[in-house]
């Protein structure tokens, strides 16, 4: 056994966390890969939000007979599984309703900054939407894949140049790949109950950068009466959100201050509304007066 060196790595980042690191993924490699890296004496690695691969320095010559017998190449594709139910509720572009899950390729790999983006995009869009059943991600999956269905896949290729040999291909690449979901975008409606129902009241952003309106009264299912505002614009979901909304008394000199901080949208209080003649994302907070 000689020296390992990293192959590639693979991040995943997402704009929900606080520090935009993706942590307690599971990386599980494709049966096809899984054999690949067990014929190669590679090594996978966790890190805190992907792995890398490591592959035996002193097995180069078993690598250069695994490559040919590989047509020139070697392809892993790995399955990624959350154990957080409620992901798809706070991560951009899932859908309940959708049999699709996100799928890239680093053939279609993009350049950013010293490190290989996964996507197109700055982060996973709807073009990235996979049906389970398309060919290429297919074939990753086992039989308890289609019951337990993996948050997204991936496959990364390895194909050094024609003049190329396995060993300058190895000392000239070790690329590093990231993958990076986005936040839900949401409308934040405030359900006033109670004494602020019948006040006249305003919420204000003490960051100044989100403005809300009011709505009709709403009748609630238990028949109470709630005044409802909402926001003008989506705003992300965040694991420890930076808004700063404040509920105000506005009188004909002055506002009081009624909550010197509202409650910041939950991830599982969310429904969806046509909003503008569009079908949007919408979190609803019920504020007691």
């Known amino acids: ?27 599980v490699p494709a049966a096809a890969a899984q054999s690949l890296i067990n014929s190669a004496g590679m090594v996978m690695r966790k890190t805190v939000n992907g792995f890398a691969l490591y592959y035996d320095q002193s097995r180069l010559e078993a690598m250069a007979l695994l490559l040919a017998d590989s047509a020139g190449e070697f392809s892993f594709g790995f399955k990624v599984f959350v154990d957080d139910d409620a992901f798809p509720i706070y991560s951009e572009p899932y859908s309940d309703s959708s049999d699709s899950v996100p799928y890239f390729d680093s053939e279609q790999g993009v350049a950013d900054g010293e490190r290989i983006r996964l996507h197109a995009e700055k982060q996973v869009s709807d073009r990235d939407m996979q049906p389970l059943g398309s060919g290429a991600l297919a074939a990753l999956l086992g039989s308890s894949d289609w019951l337990v269905r993996p948050a997204f896949a991936f496959r990364i290729l390895f194909r050094p140049a024609a003049n190329s ?15 990076r979901f986005g936040a839900r975008q949401t409308y934040w409606t405030y359900y006033l109950l109670g004494a602020f129902a019948g006040m006249r009241v305003g919420i204000v952003d003490l960051d100044e950068g989100v403005g809300f309106e009011p709505l009709d009264r709403v009748s609630l299912a238990d028949r109470r009466t709630a005044l409802a505002f909402r926001s003008k614009v989506e705003i992300p979901l965040r694991q420890h959100s930076a808004c700063r909304f404040q509920l105000r008394e506005i009188g004909a000199d002055r506002s009081r201050v009624l909550v010197r901080r509202l409650p910041v949208a939950a991830v599982k209080q969310l429904s969806r509304q046509s909003i503008n003649g569009k079908v949007a994302s919408v979190s609803e907070i019920y504020v007691n007066g």
């Open 165 to 179: 040999t396995l060993q300058d291909a190895l000392e000239d690449e070790s690329p590093n790949y990231f993958i």
């Open 1 to 27: 056994m000689g020296p390992y060196r990293s192959l590639f790595s693979v991040a995943v980042e997402h704009g929900f966390f606080s520090d935009e690191l993706w942590r307690g993924l599971r990386f």
